[in-house]
C-alpha cells in the first residue's frame, strides 16, 4: 500500500511562489506517474499538473506558464514549484500516484491547504 505525504502548502501573497511537495513511501516499485489535483468547496476535484517517470508533464491550461511540475525517481517525490500565484489558485491541493504492476493502482494524499491572498 503506497502512503503519500504532501508538504509545503501555506499562505502566500498575490504574485509569490510556494513549493509542495508529495512522498511516496510503502513500495518497493516505481511509481509510474504522480501528479496534482486541486478542490475548493463545493467544486469537484480539478487536474492541476502531472508527470510520468520519464517526466514528460502536463499542465491546465490555468496554470500553465506559472506553475512546474518535477520528480526525483530515486525519491519517488513530486514537486509542484507555484510562481505568480493568485487569489484563485486558493485550494486544498491533492497529491496523485499511479502504480502499475499487475493491474493500476490508484492513490491520494490527504490534501494540503494553499491560500494566496494579500
Known amino acids: 500500500q503506497v502512503q503519500l505525504v504532501e508538504s509545503g502548502g501555506g499562505l502566500a501573497q498575490p504574485g509569490g511562489s510556494l513549493r509542495l511537495s508529495c512522498a511516496a513511501s510503502?513500495?518497493?516499485?516505481?511509481?509510474?506517474?504522480m501528479g496534482w489535483y486541486r478542490q475548493t468547496p463545493g467544486n469537484q476535484r480539478e487536474f492541476v499538473a502531472d508527470?510520468?517517470?520519464?517526466?514528460?508533464?502536463n499542465y491546465a491550461e490555468s496554470v500553465k506558464g506559472r506553475f512546474t511540475i518535477s520528480r526525483d525517481n530515486a525519491k519517488k517525490t513530486v514537486y509542484l514549484q507555484m510562481n505568480s500565484l493568485k487569489p484563485e489558485d486558493t485550494a486544498v491541493y491533492y497529491c496523485?500516484?499511479?502504480?502499475?504492476?499487475?493491474?493500476?493502482?490508484?492513490?491520494w494524499g490527504g490534501g494540503i491547504q494553499v491560500t494566496v491572498s494579500s
Open positions: 496523485r500516484a499511479e502504480q502499475t504492476l499487475a493491474f493500476q493502482y490508484e492513490y
Open positions: 510503502g513500495t518497493r516499485y516505481s511509481i509510474s506517474n
Open positions: 508527470i510520468a517517470e520519464d517526466s514528460t508533464a
